[in-house]
């Protein structure tokens, strides 16, 4: 199977047990250039953070309902930093009003044998895939434009296929439960990047894992 990341989120340090807030959108690649020049003049950082990470997304199905996914991920930019674990809770259907998709998040570090420990939990990798592209700030919300590749040969991250010709552009913003004012910050930022790219809290019943 392979499919798309829900969200693709670099490796850049843990967090624990938060609420992501989250719009999506993409931008093709004739686009791209402009788009970055747009964020380089309203975030924070004028020069971005850049990435090349490895994600595999494990499943574990149990005996009725959705199967549970983790997803592991290390950086092919900084192979001897930690891997990351990361768990997507289902996103809350509650409040409409909200601008911006919103689910638990759990991320935390984990040693190079992150792999054979799901094994052995009994977790099956679905699929895998490395994404590469560019990290922006604007005070707690982050910025994340990548390009997404599919591997060709299981394990093999030097052999691998543009998923296609346009990039993902997601907005996140990482806090404490009940802080409903961060999708309404989130929604007038992403206005400032129409028309380049259009951000979108995402239906989650669309969504493929």
Not at 105 to 121: I, K, T
């Amino acid at each position: 199977m392979e499919a798309p990341p829900v969200a693709v989120m670099p490796v850049t340090g843990g967090t624990i047990n938060m609420m992501e807030y989250l719009l999506q959108g993409s931008v093709l690649d004739q686009a791209l250039e402009s788009l970055l020049h747009r964020l380089r003049g309203l975030c924070d950082n004028m020069e971005p953070e850049t990435f090349t990470d490895h994600e595999l997304v494990y499943l574990l199905k149990g005996q009725q309902g959705n199967p549970f996914i983790l997803r592991a991920r290390r950086s092919l930019s900084h192979p001897t930093s930690p891997w990351h674990l990361r768990y997507l809770g289902q996103p809350e259907v509650g409040d409409k009003s909200r601008h911006a998709l919103v689910r638990n998040c759990v991320d935390v570090a984990a040693s190079h044998s992150l792999p054979e420990f799901l094994n052995e939990m009994g977790f099956r990798m679905d699929h895998e895939f490395v994404a590469n592209g560019h990290i922006f700030r604007k005070g707690a919300m982050k910025v994340v434009v990548s390009k997404l590749s599919r591997i060709l040969v299981p394990g093999n991250t030097e052999n691998t296929e543009r998923l296609s010709l346009s990039c993902l552009v997601e907005l996140s913003l990482l806090a404490p439960a009940g802080q409903d004012t961060a999708s309404e910050e989130m929604r007038s930022f992403a206005e400032q990047l129409k028309p380049l790219v259009h951000l979108e809290k995402i239906d989650p019943s669309k969504q493929r894992h």
